[in-house]
């Protein structure tokens, strides 16, 4: 597909290097490097800074926080099957969706905003997500984590972008500005597996080693432009631990209605308990007391709760609860899920993204661009000590009306012309008719 020229507000990654730094280093390579596909470290980054003091009004950081919920919600029912455990993180999900909405237009935009229950035009969306992530980086100071070691809540975003390929300098401020994400030089045509791999690992790193192969294989494909990434990690210490010697093993009653043997831990703390109309809850702090897990006992089958669980029953459980002298109960449990989001996403409202029809002309400013996929991982264990948790998101941009990978054979008499790029002078044109002679 032939694209038209490219306007002087862009540049191709191979040009942009002139303002890239490796590992987010002040230190910038020369524009070559940052275009050779090897060099996969290469940050692309915005000269614009992250903004730590964001202005934003205390109405639209509730505002955000309440659309966020929502769609956490909505996205539960969406991937409720019923039957299996299941472990998400909503605010990674809606990150990494941010950022690629940062690039959305006209309809897309539309639809990808009232499908994230985002309520904020972008000029405000973004600067409060921006506030919501630095407030959750400054939790955590001095408490304990699950494993001994210190508390842990840390958010990291990166893009990865194809080389030679053009993105908006004003999407990149975007991403600078309020989400700290640098774009970084890969080659998804040419090397797939490399930049995956490079992906994959950057991911890890940024979640402990819980969450791998977030991108698997086979989710690159030549007509890759981008990939959105966000990563989460938790990993914190109960206020009120649990004593593993209080912990045995007991029966726990499956939805089917058999039961099975598994180790239930015991406590007995002052803590946050509530109930109502077919629950009962409990708030278990975390040391430092800036974050808890809410856990909610449905009287009846969790099944049967259905679409009764919105925003104004979350509101309701947490308006239940009240401090007490409580006993609980509680199993050990460590799981994962993978989860393609494409469906359930198109199902709460934002199909056009997954289509020919998508509008992302704010990423490059050429249009063209559409979501191949959204994959999401998520990691959580829960013990006697604590809560470790960790989750990814991965938001594949390709381009919708790429050509197939082409293939030539010059095993038949052909023509060479060497010329001069820049002027267009041919300095030699020959022919091959026998390269053997």
Known sequence: MRRPPIPAALLPLSLLAAGCARDGNASQPSPSACGDPDTAGCIVASDRSRVRDPAVPEADARELVAGNTTFALDLYRRLDDGRSNLIYSPYSVSSALAMTHAGARGETEAQMARALRFTLPQERLHPAFNALDLALASRGEGAEGQDGGGFRLHVANALWGQVGSSFAPSFLDVLAESYGAGLHVVDFAQAPGQAR?????????????????????????????????????????????????????????????????????????????????????????????????????????????????????????????????????????????????????????????????????????????????????????????????????????????????????????????????????????????????
């Open 197 to 437: 791999g490079i992906i994959n690992g950057w991911v890890a790193e940024r979640t402990e080693d819980r969450i791998e192969d977030i991108v698997p294989e086979g989710a690159i494909q030549p007509a890759t432009r981008l990939v959105v990434t966000n990563a989460v990690y938790f990993n914190a210490a109960w206020q009120f631990p649990f004593d593993e010697d209080e912990t045995a093993r007991a029966p726990f009653t499956r939805l089917d209605g058999t039961s099975i043997s598994v180790p239930m831990m015991t406590n007995h703390a002052q803590v946050r308990y509530g109930e109502g109309g077919g629950f009962q809850a409990l708030e278990l702090p975390y040391d430092g007391g800036e974050l808890s897990m809410v856990l909610v006992l449905p009287s009846e089958e969790i099944g049967a709760l259905g679409a009764g669980i919105d925003l104004a029953w979350l509101e309701g459980v947490f308006a239940s609860l009240g401090t007490r002298s409580v006993t609980m109960t509680l199993p050990k449990f460590k799981f994962e899920s993978a989860l393609d989001l494409v469906e359930p996403l198109g199902a709460l409202g934002m199909p056009i993204a997954f289509s020919g029809l998508a509008d992302f002309s704010g990423i490059d400013g050429q249009g063209g661009l559409f979501l191949s996929d959204v994959l999401h991982k998520a990691f959580i264990s829960v013990n006697e000590a604590g809560t470790e948790a960790a989750a990814a998101t991965a938001v594949i941009i390709a381009e919708t009306s790429a050509p197939e990978p082409a293939s030539i054979r010059f095993d038949r008499p052909f023509l060479f012309f060497i010329r001069d790029i820049a002027t267009g002078a041919i300095l030699f044109v020959g022919r091959v008719v026998d390269p053997s002679r």
